[in-house]
C-alpha cells in the first residue's frame, strides 16, 4: 500500500493506472476505521481493480461546538486495517493541502433543500462542508466509482444529487450498515459511550424497527408513529434530535407517489450524537405488500 499526503503525487499514479484502462474505487473517510469501513473496502475491491482510500478529518463539516479536536485519530490501526484489506493507494492530505488559502476563501459546493433538513436543521453548514471535501476528493481521485455506508442516509442522498447535478461520471454506492450483535450501528463515535450508555443505545435500532414493522403492518398515521418514537426515547435518556418518517428518494413527507420509506433518527446519549435508520421499500404487485431493508 503506498501513502500519498499530497495531491500531485496521487493524480500522477492514478492517470497511469487509467491509462492502462483499470477501474478505480475510491472510499472516503476520516479514519478511525471500523468494521464499517472494511465493508466499503471490501465492496470498493469487487467493483474495481484498484482501491483508493482517504483518511481527512475535515474541519469545514464541523460547527463551533462540536467534537473536531476530540475526534479519534487512530492512523497507525488504520493504515494496517487496509493494508490488510489490500488497499493499494492511501491518500493522508492535511488541512493545508486541502485547503491551501483556508477554509473562509475555499469555493464550496452546496446542495440546496436536502441539506437544510433533518442532521442539516440541528448542524447548519455541516453538509455544504461534507459536498465541499466530496467534490474535491472525487476532483483528486477522478474514480469510476465511489461508496458510502447507509448509516448515514442522508450524506449518501445528498452526494447522489450532487453527483447527478453536476454530471460527475461516477458511480456512487451504498453499503448496508455494519452493525454490531445487538444491532447498534457501529460508528466511530461509539467509542464515546459509557459502559451504561454503551448498553442503552441499541435501542435507537429497535425503536426504528418497532417502527418500520408498524407502517409494514398498514399504520399509517406517522405523526402517531413520530411522535410516540420520540417520547420512547426521551423517557428513556436520549435526547432525540428528530424521529422522522420520509421519502427514501427526496427525503421530504411520504406521498402517494413514493416508491421507499427511509425512517431515520438522530438522539443524544450523553454528549454522544447517534444516528440511524432502517427503509420500507412498498411493493409495486400489492399496495400491502413491503419490502424491509435494515
Given at each position: 500500500m503506498r501513502t500519498y499526503t499530497a495531491i500531485?503525487?496521487?493524480?500522477?499514479?492514478?492517470?497511469?493506472?487509467?491509462?492502462?484502462?483499470?477501474?478505480?474505487?475510491?472510499v472516503p473517510t476520516m479514519g478511525n476505521l471500523h468494521e464499517g469501513h472494511l465493508e466499503l473496502v471490501r465492496r470498493a475491491r469487487a467493483l474495481a481493480d484498484i482501491v483508493v482510500v482517504s483518511i481527512f478529518v475535515n474541519p469545514l463539516q464541523f460547527g463551533p461546538n462540536e467534537d473536531l479536536d476530540a475526534y479519534p485519530r487512530t492512523?497507525?490501526?488504520?493504515?494496517?486495517?487496509?493494508?490488510?484489506?489490500?488497499?493499494?493507494?492511501?491518500f493522508l492530505p492535511d488541512v493545508e493541502e486541502m485547503y491551501p488559502e483556508g477554509m473562509a476563501l475555499q469555493t464550496q459546493?452546496?446542495?440546496?433543500?436536502?441539506?437544510?433538513?433533518l442532521c442539516g436543521s440541528s448542524r447548519p453548514g455541516h453538509f455544504t462542508g461534507v459536498t465541499t471535501v466530496v467534490s474535491k476528493l472525487f476532483n483528486i481521485v477522478q474514480p469510476d466509482v465511489a461508496v458510502f455506508g447507509e448509516k448515514d442516509f442522508q450524506q449518501l442522498t445528498i452526494i447522489r444529487k450532487m453527483v447527478a447535478d453536476l454530471c460527475m461520471p461516477i458511480q456512487i454506492e451504498g453499503v448496508a450498515t455494519a452493525r454490531d450483535t445487538?444491532?447498534?450501528?457501529?460508528?466511530?463515535?461509539?467509542?464515546?459511550?459509557?459502559?451504561?450508555q454503551r448498553k442503552l443505545a441499541p435501542l435507537?435500532?429497535?425503536?426504528?424497527?418497532s417502527c418500520r414493522d408498524a407502517v409494514a403492518c398498514g399504520f399509517d398515521n406517522f405523526l402517531q408513529l413520530e411522535s410516540h418514537a420520540r417520547m420512547q426515547l426521551l423517557q428513556a435518556g436520549f435526547e432525540p434530535d428528530y424521529f422522522a418518517i420520509r421519502d427514501a428518494r427526496t427525503l421530504r413527507a411520504v406521498n402517494e407517489n413514493t416508491e421507499e420509506i427511509a425512517i431515520l433518527a438522530a438522539a443524544r446519549l450523553g454528549s454522544t450524537r447517534l444516528i440511524d435508520n432502517v427503509r420500507l421499500t412498498l411493493n409495486p404487485v400489492s399496495d400491502w405488500g413491503m419490502l424491509a431493508s435494515p
Open positions: 500531485a503525487p496521487l493524480q500522477s499514479v492514478l492517470r497511469s493506472c487509467r491509462q492502462q484502462g483499470q477501474r478505480i474505487a475510491f492512523l497507525a490501526a488504520d493504515k494496517e486495517k487496509l493494508f490488510s484489506e489490500g488497499v493499494q493507494h492511501l459546493v452546496q446542495v440546496p433543500d436536502l441539506s437544510e433538513t445487538d444491532g447498534l450501528a457501529k460508528s466511530s463515535r461509539n467509542g464515546y459511550l459509557s459502559e451504561e435507537i435500532h429497535a425503536t426504528l424497527v
